[in-house]
Every structure is written in structure tokens, then in C-alpha cells.
């Protein structure tokens, strides 16, 4: 599990690593939910270096955490070259669109520490 931000800001990821892949919750701030969800699979073999992963969304009715799912699943995937699918539910009471940002650039912190752990693990694994 990884921990960034602090209070209402504070989010969570926790990750599961299996044979070819990773799931990941990500939840945060004053009500953890599901609101959405991302899957990310490599493109095989790439065509360009830096091309995105092929990515589905599947938004929950009125929610918008799928947003954010999706770009803590292609982060992952291309740091980690794994298929990895992220169910995340963040909430807040009366977000103000700064509080929108913290909470978009604390997931991504707290992605750049998963990913880094889940290399190690693979580099440990692989060894």
C-alpha cells in the first residue's frame, strides 16, 4: 500500500501483483467508493516508444473517478510494462477545482512510488 498527501488530500493505492498483471485500488479523501474503473494492456510489439497503452474506461453514472483511474493505469502500465486494471473512488465534500488538482497530483505521486515498489518486486521475482 502507498500513502500520499495528507488529510481530506490524503490517497491510497494498494496493489496486487499477479503472473501478468496488477490491480490496483485507488481511493481517497472523506468517502472511499467504486466510481470508476481503467484497464491499461502494452501495445505488442510497440510501434513507437512512447506510445500509450491501450486503455478502457468504464465510468460509473454520475461519478468521474474513472478519469483518474485511467491515468494511474497507463502510468503504471507503461512504467511497469503490465497489463494493469485501477478501480478508484475519491470524494470530498464541496471540492473546490484546486482541491480537484491536489487530488489528481497526489494520485500521481502515489503512482511513481507504486510503480518503483512494483519494479523492485518484479527485479526480486525475476532474479
Partial sequence: MVTYGEGRLSIQLQAILTADGVAV?????????????????PRHPPIIPAQRPHTWIIPRCGHRDSDVAALVAEQLCKDTGCCVAVIAGIHI??????????????????????????????EIRDA
Fill in 25 to 41: 485500488t485507488l481511493t481517497g479523501g472523506e468517502k472511499p467508493h467504486v466510481g470508476g474503473m481503467a484497464l491499461s494492456v
Fill in 93 to 122: 465534500d464541496s471540492a473546490t477545482p484546486s482541491e480537484i488538482g491536489m487530488l489528481v497530483q497526489n494520485s500521481q505521486q502515489a503512482t511513481r512510488l507504486l510503480a518503483d515498489r512494483i519494479k523492485e518486486i518484479m
